[in-house]
């Protein structure tokens, strides 16, 4: 069975686009938080404010794990940049799940296995 043909081949792609896109709006969101404390953006201001309440729910979980840097009232937020390496890293691992479930043919297996023993 030809695996291009497979009928798990296009959901499996369509999770794939929605992890992505999932993923871009994200690291979008949180890349608008580190450049708005870089600048040192008026955390009153509707943008901003929206901003940090929308990104704090994805940056909570590393908030402690570096001290912030601040620096004539703007702030070096790592723990910002380590939430979007780490969300990253768990959507390329969602993906590799993801395509656990794709069909292979035999032979394309035997290929497969013959690589990973290099």
């Not at 901003?51 to 601040?70: E, G």
């Amino acid at each position: 069975m030809d695996s291009t043909n497979s009928p798990s081949t296009k959901p499996l792609y369509r999770g794939t686009q929605i992890v992505w896109y999932v993923l871009g709006v994200v690291e979008v969101l949180l890349a608008f938080r580190f450049v708005l404390k870089f600048l040192g953006a008026n955390a009153g201001a509707g943008f901003s404010s929206l901003i940090y309440q929308i990104t704090h729910i994805f940056a909570t979980p590393f908030l402690n794990v570096f001290r912030i840097t601040n620096v004539s009232g703007s702030i070096f937020e790592w723990t910002t940049l380590l939430a979007m390496v780490v969300y990253w890293m768990l959507a390329i691992g969602i993906i590799k799940i993801f395509l656990i479930g794709k069909t292979v043919s035999t032979p394309e297996a035997a290929v497969k296995l013959n690589d990973q023993e290099k």
